[in-house]
């Protein structure tokens, strides 16, 4: 069905060749994407580099077919697309279909649920994508969006897209981002982790560093660390909860309400006062955590 609905569809332009080499990339990275969420768990699913991985290679191959030039970054951008999508939700139908089974779910049941999810998500996706770019804009600054969204993933693949066609990608960074990769790992440092760390903004990475101190420290007052325990819980809620307010503030945004609901104006201040009052709002954001992480799950009768 995949297939056909890749082939016969006008607007993915792909040939019976192209379209079969996208189906092969999705079945192996598949199998591979439910193992590792089963062996590991889905916060070590490796989508992102899977997806760059099947997209420069797609759009590689798509250039090698003989392509047409004019449309082959869309074929491609649409090829790694469904690619990136099956990785997705094959570790998400893997984890759920293996809860259901340790609490005796009736299979076919979870998955119609899972198909209509999968359903809902897909409509609700493009609408969410459609109201940030109204609001905020992506990539390069314009007069409407001069503070667009950052988007370094969707920068990274498309840059490697522009480059492969273009034919001035930059193989010696990309080679030696891989040597450095392949050091890292033998000196026990996690590549994924090194590479995460690189390419995120600036704006980023410190966050992600301080939730990373507490857990380690949590941890290390508990003697114990476990996948779920509350930290995890409650970090997840805040970045579910910074995600859905994100989308609410770019409705007021796009509805032009915004300016009603603001109490202050970031950056208007004096630079001290901005500094101290967001620094000390973080501080107590990581305070509640700390605390929260530390509470022990209490004990079934």
Known sequence: AMFLLLYLHPIFGLSFAETATVVLFCFFFVAVSARMVGLIGTTNQPVSGMTITALLSLTLLFVFLGHD?????????????????????????SQDLKTAAIVGATPWKVQLAEIMGTLVSAVRTGFILWLLYKAYGFGAPTPEHPNPLEAPQSQLMAKLVSGATGGDLPWTLMLTGAGIGVVAELCGISALALAI?????????????VGGVISWWVGRKRGEQQESDSGSLYASGLIAGDALMGIVIAVLAVLKLDAAFRLRDPGAGDPLVEGLLSTGLYALVCWGLYRYAMKRPKAHA
């Open 69 to 93: 030039p004019a449309t082959v970054k869309a074929a491609a951008i649409m090829g790694g697309a469904a690619v990136c999508i099956a990785i997705a939700l094959s570790g998400d139908l």
């Open 197 to 209: 760390g690189l390419y995120l903004p600036i704006t980023n990475w410190p966050m992600i560093f």
